[in-house]
């Protein structure tokens, strides 16, 4: 197990990522990035919707961290889709992130509410976009998030260049076996968003016990069950205590059979996100 990933085009990504989603914008949200980048994160996750591109950008400059030194990934939000709509929404979180390129440029969602009828044919546009993007340097990768089997195949018909990421909500509740299986086929790297399931795995049984018995705290526990499937977790808090202790995973292992006891809690707090019902 490594502390870092190569995407399908060549470019490291560090291993863990911090996520930033739910983090107010303004002092919160520029703390708990601050704090990540001094406990050692050089991996930045967030997005358009979080409406904390200004305060992630602050804590980025304020670090005084070399740019190449970090890993920086936005997405782009359900209400712009389209070739030119794509790159002017791209220019936007530049210039709030008050960066001139990004790492990782990422479609949030496959089928957005406005474009539900036509999500394909708008997805395949937007795409086009996204690549431009990523050959003009811009960003150093393109992929998606929460795109589902089919989502995945659509898309997979008409782009020139495969996406190198897709970002999934995944935790030991919430699998997602079938879409993580056509990643890999397509060398996607899967990236686990809310690997703690919002929180709310932390006090399974069966995560207190391994816990307890190998010595780590239940989000290390389901952080290193992440990386051991091979997925890029992005822990989020803002709590300096809980930022610093959600890297500290790479002092133990799991078994493979504590890994099956883990992949046992499939389903139970049922956490599954389906992006054809959601309202957004
Ligand atoms: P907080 O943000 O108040 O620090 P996920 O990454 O799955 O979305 O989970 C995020 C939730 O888990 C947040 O509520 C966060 O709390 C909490 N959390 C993050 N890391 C830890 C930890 N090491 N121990 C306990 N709770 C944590």
């Known amino acids: 197990l490594t502390d870092s990933y190569t995407l399908n085009n060549g470019v490291k990504i560090p291993g863990i990522g911090f996520g930033t989603w739910q983090s107010a914008d303004g002092d919160e949200a520029y703390q708990a990035v601050l704090d990540a980048l001094k406990s050692g994160y050089r991996h930045i996750d967030t997005a358009a919707i979080y409406g904390n591109e200004s305060s992630v950008g ?41 960066l001139e390129y990004l790492d990782l440029y990422l479609i949030h969602w496959p089928n ?19 690549e431009e993007a990523y050959r003009s340097g811009k960003v150093r990768a393109i992929g998606i998030s929460n795109f589902q089997v089919q989502h995945l195949e659509a898309l997979l018909k008409t782009a020139e260049i495969k996406p190198m990421v897709n970002q999934l909500f995944i935790n030991p509740s919430d699998l997602e ?44 526990i389901a952080i290193r069950w992440s990386l051991q499937h091979g997925f890029l977790p992005l822990p989020k808090s803002t709590h300096r205590k809980y930022i610093e202790q959600n890297t500290q995973v790479f002092d133990f292992e799991l078994s493979n059979a504590d890994m099956s006891t883990l992949d046992a809690l499939n389903g139970t707090i049922g956490t599954h996100i389906d992006p054809d019902t959601t309202d957004f």
Not at 71 to 93: H, I, M, P, Q
Not at 112 to 128: C, G, H, K, S, V
Not at 199 to 214: F, K, M, S, V, Y
């Open 58 to 98: 602050r804590a980025i400059a304020d670090s005084k961290i070399d740019r190449q030194d970090l890993f920086v990934t936005s997405k782009l939000w359900n209400n712009v889709r389209g070739y030119d709509e794509t790159l002017a929404a791209l220019d936007e979180s530049l210039n709030k992130l008050g």
């Open 112 to 130: 957005p509410i406005d474009y539900r009828a036509n999500w394909a044919e708008m997805n395949a546009e937007t795409w086009r976009a996204m």
């Open 177 to 220: 076996s079938s879409i993580v299986e056509l990643n890999q086929q397509h060398e996607i790297l899967t990236e686990a968003y809310s690997p703690l399931g919002t929180g709310r795995l932390l006090a399974t049984p069966a995560i207190l016990n391994l816990a307890d018995r190998l010595g780590k705290s239940p989000a290390q």
